[in-house]
């Protein structure tokens, strides 16, 4: 199955869908995304934007989520910044806290106000 997202204006995703394997197959028998777009656009409209991404995310970076940003320049899906001092790591295009997250097996939340880890009662 192939997944692709629309955007919006913006390039926030909107929307994924799954489509056929099928569906992107060109003359020769190769999966071609610009088919999958153009069967996309078929269902959706003319005017609708497509990229297709990838559930294992072997390519885009990431698996586009709706409200995930598309960066065309890095060429992958950025999800929302969970918290204004949370950095874009841009070889992942994932969020990184200022301080790593502690690794001695207990549960922890990001605190803003003091940009440190607090351990947290979930779990």
């Not at 970076?61 to 890095?74: C, D, P, Q, S």
């Not at 992958?76 to 790593?100: D, G, H, K, R």
Request: proline share 5%; net charge negative; aromatic share 16%.
């Amino acid at each position: 199955m192939a997944h692709f997202a629309q955007l919006n204006e913006n390039d926030i995703v909107i929307q994924v869908i799954v489509i056929n394997n099928s569906e992107l197959l060109g003359e020769n028998g190769k999966e071609s995304e610009q088919i999958g777009i153009d069967f996309c656009k078929s269902l959706f409209g003319q005017n609708t934007v497509w990229k297709q991404t990838s559930y294992n995310s072997t390519f885009r970076k990431n698996y586009a989520g709706v409200g995930f940003y598309f960066n065309e320049i890095l060429d992958a899906f950025i999800p929302q910044q969970p918290f204004p001092s949370w950095v874009l790591n841009e070889e992942t295009c994932l969020w990184e806290a200022p301080t790593p997250y502690p690794v001695d097996g207990k549960f922890y939340s990001w605190d803003e106000q003091t940009l440190s880890w607090k351990e947290s009662d979930n779990k």
